[in-house]
């Protein structure tokens, strides 16, 4: 039964994100991301953690208004620096599945001023941001 869950865990996940690249919500879109989505070879789910699943699955449903606020603010910006920082990895999803810590690189990429560069350690994502300069003279 814990196998069942997890495969329809990763199908829904799979759909959303087709329902997101589509930017459609009607049946024929579904069905053809259902079968698309049956199509992507499975991974093995005996290692992969629910309880450390769940609570990303929970923080990206904020994404969309996360995603809304960035873009304001990136509007607004009006000498974009770019800069790297090191940003630590969620602790679940590095003690949970692979699974979990893409879920952790996908809400970091997902809004508008920050994307994940790479991993620094097994602890830190480097994640490009874009800000406003601070100070005009230091930039020039």
Known sequence: ???????????????????????????????????????????????LKIYALIP???LILRLPFDMIKESFQLLLIKDPVDDFQNEKINVRARN??????????????FTPMSLVTRRD????????????????ENHQ
Do not use: Y
């Open 1 to 47: 039964m814990a196998n069942f869950s997890r495969l329809i865990l990763v199908l829904f996940f799979r759909i959303i994100c087709w329902c997101l690249v589509t930017s459609s919500l009607e049946r024929t879109n579904l069905l053809i991301g259902l079968f698309i989505s049956l199509l992507i070879p499975f991974g093995d789910f005996r290692k």
């Open 96 to 109: 949970g599945s692979k699974f979990s810590e893409f879920f952790d690189l996908f809400r970091i990429t």
């Open 121 to 136: 350690s097994s602890e830190t994502w480097r994640v490009h941001v874009v800000t406003q300069v601070k100070n005009k």
């Open 56 to 58: 990303e699955l929970l």
